[in-house]
Nanobody, 125 residues
Framework: QVQLVESGGGLVQAGGSLRLSCEAS????????LGWFRQAPGKEREFVAA????????YYGDSVKGRFTISRDNAKKTVYLQMNSLKPEDTAVYYC??????????????????WGQGTQVTVSS
């Protein structure tokens, strides 16, 4: 079992940057693939980024490619989402997700076993 706690959300102006963190509990963090999703009011949950359990590969949603970067630090049991060039349409609650081993299709949120409580990101124009 792993528990996830996100932090780092907040209010930022368009064009600015934020770094989200997701700290995990448990002793086998390094064996989990990790992802970030987001959900805006009235919209479906959207895939943002994912990283394999080995950290060797990363995947991104089309809307964030080139602006967001996912990374992990197994020693700190933490996954990060660096968000640059933020846009008002990036406003959402951001969720961290984890799955034991890699996921067969990264954008499918229902393939992830564990979820954090979410952190709000608001980008003003």
């Amino acid at each position: 079992q792993v528990q996830l706690v996100e932090s780092g959300g907040g209010l930022v102006q368009a064009g600015g940057s934020l770094r989200l963190s997701c700290e995990a509990s448990g002793r086998t963090f390094s064996k989990y693939a990790l992802g970030w999703f987001r959900q805006a009011p009235g919209k479906e949950r959207e895939f943002v980024a994912a990283i394999t359990w080995s950290g060797g590969s990363t995947y991104y949603g089309d809307s964030v490619k080139g602006r967001f970067t996912i990374s992990r630090d197994n020693a700190k049991k933490t996954v990060y989402l660096q968000m640059n060039s933020l846009k008002p349409e990036d406003t959402a609650v951001y969720y961290c997700a984890a799955n034991w081993g890699d996921v067969s299709y990264w954008p499918r949120w229902d393939l992830y076993d564990h979820w954090g409580q979410g952190t709000q990101v608001t980008v003003s124009s």
